[in-house]
């Protein structure tokens, strides 16, 4: 991961640091709509989306300002190369301090990865080892829970990436975002809320849309929350173009 970054220059930015651009640029998909959503933002005086704006006022963190926010931010873990990628990581002062916070961004699609017990089994003898040795160090970076067997891998390494930037950066905060877009269909249940639910109840705080549920790990406030915002109106996307 490179220490160095440029501004954005709009959406296309944003794209340019997608694994696979082909398959998750485009219109209804979460990184096409973050990028909208931030771009559009980040003209404000928070620079944030209005409903994480909310989010944080309402939930013990007044005032709050972006920073800085980085787009597919990547977080090194041990036992292998894949590094957690947040669809973005954003450092954002407040009342209550600066806090790290990764954003995992959805539009319908599932969160990635297994449930951890399914995750940690690997594909061979080498990669259980390995997947090991890097839930050890993820653990190290999340607060005591009687289990997260249960609960998507993808959640909690992106959680922990929160706390490990709040710990290189030396923020006193760090927080764990859903931006959900789209509505929701009535009368149906909502999957990815459902596994967010069970990441809540491993860390025994309530979960709810749009409030923050708030815990600690090695001294550093550790908040976790949903927010749901609406897809990019056409005139949106024509004016970040």
Not at 80 to 86: D, H, K, L, V
Not at 171 to 193: L, T, W
Not at 196 to 210: D, I, M, T, V, W
Request: include cysteine.
């Amino acid at each position: 991961m490179s220490r160095l970054f440029v501004e954005t220059r709009g959406p296309c930015s944003w794209r340019d640091r997608l694994v696979n651009p082909g398959l998750h640029w485009r219109r209804y998909c979460s990184a096409f709509e973050t990028a909208i959503s931030w771009e559009t933002a980040s003209k404000s005086s928070s620079g944030l989306p209005a409903a994480l704006e909310q989010l944080l006022g309402n939930g013990g963190f007044e005032s709050p300002v972006l920073l800085l926010a980085v787009a597919e931010h990547q977080v090194e873990l041990p036992g292998g190369r894949a590094a957690s990628q947040s669809d973005v990581w954003a450092m954002i002062n407040t009342a209550a301090g600066v806090v790290s916070m990764t954003v995992e961004a959805k539009v319908r699609e599932a969160f990635g990865d297994e449930h951890l017990e399914t995750w940690l089994i690997g594909t061979s003898e080498q990669s259980a080892i390995n997947r090991k040795a890097r839930w050890e160090y993820i653990r190290t970076h999340l607060p005591v829970a009687d289990s997260y067997l249960r609960v998507r891998y993808q959640i909690l390494h992106r959680c922990a990436a929160a706390v490990i930037e709040a710990k290189r950066m030396g923020c006193p905060n760090a927080a764990f975002v859903v931006q959900a877009f789209d509505k929701r269909d009535e009368g149906k249940s909502d999957i990815n809320f459902t596994e967010y639910e069970a990441f809540c109840a491993a860390l025994k705080l309530p979960a709810s849309r749009g409030s923050l549920s708030t815990t600690s790990i090695d001294g550093i406030s550790l908040s976790v929350g949903w927010i749901d915002c609406p897809v990019a109106t056409d005139a949106e996307v024509a004016a970040c173009a």
